[in-house]
């Protein structure tokens, strides 16, 4: 689950095609291109121009304010990316610039949640979990189809963001998280303990019973964090 998706894992500097910014990008990148116009790069097939491109992006949106029009407007564009790294940088930088609750925003990150790289996906749902409201159901419904993800980093972001974004007592993503605890990965039971005692109502016996049966758990660790919870 943890091994780098074929868009990482591929050739150096073969993105499959050109990479292109908008003016827009430009300007969020420091180039000199007029905003609102494309400027397309030559075609990435060597190691070397893989590398200068994503120099380019080194310190995007480093100091960019919360809601800078400019940026995410930038952001849009490097979405489009055959990079997986420049999709990414997007999806960490509209995390970080977005405001609380930007649903064209979210609209980008929902769609950047099924991205073909594993790396995009875990991005997009910390991002998700970043800008989304408290109790805000759509947001909480896309992330939970992420607890299915193939892979395993993907699936504890996903465990750790609804613990942050669902109501206390919500039952329906209690009951989700509560399948978790067969997952494979370690660090995804771990998470769903704590995610589960965050969202439990108090005196919710069906979670205590969940959590006792942590107990016996094979890894030390989750046994830990469910006496932890039980506490």
Sequence with gaps: GAAPPASAAAAPGSLGGSARLSGAAAVGLGAA????????????????ELHRHRKRLEGFAKD?????SKTLAACQDLLRDDDWFARKTAVDAIGKVAV???EVQLALLYKQLEDVDIFVREAAVDAVAEIAVHADNTAISKLAMRLADEDCFV?????????????K??????GLLGEMFEDGFVPVRKRTVEALARLAAPGDDTVRERLR???NDPDRGVRDEAQ???D
Excluded at 33 to 48: D, V
Excluded at 64 to 68: C, I, Q, T, V
Excluded at 155 to 165: E, M, P, Y
Aim: proline share 4%.
């Design 64 to 68: 960019a304010p919360k809601g800078d």
């Design 33 to 48: 291109a007029g905003a609102g116009r494309w400027r397309a790069f030559a075609s990435l097939s060597r190691p070397q």
């Design 228 to 230: 932890s919870a039980l």
């Design 155 to 167: 699936r504890t972001r996903a465990v750790v963001a609804l613990g942050r974004l669902a109501e």
């Design 100 to 102: 609380k609750g930007d």
């Design 213 to 215: 049966r942590c107990l």
């Design 169 to 174: 007592g919500d039952a329906e993503t209690i």
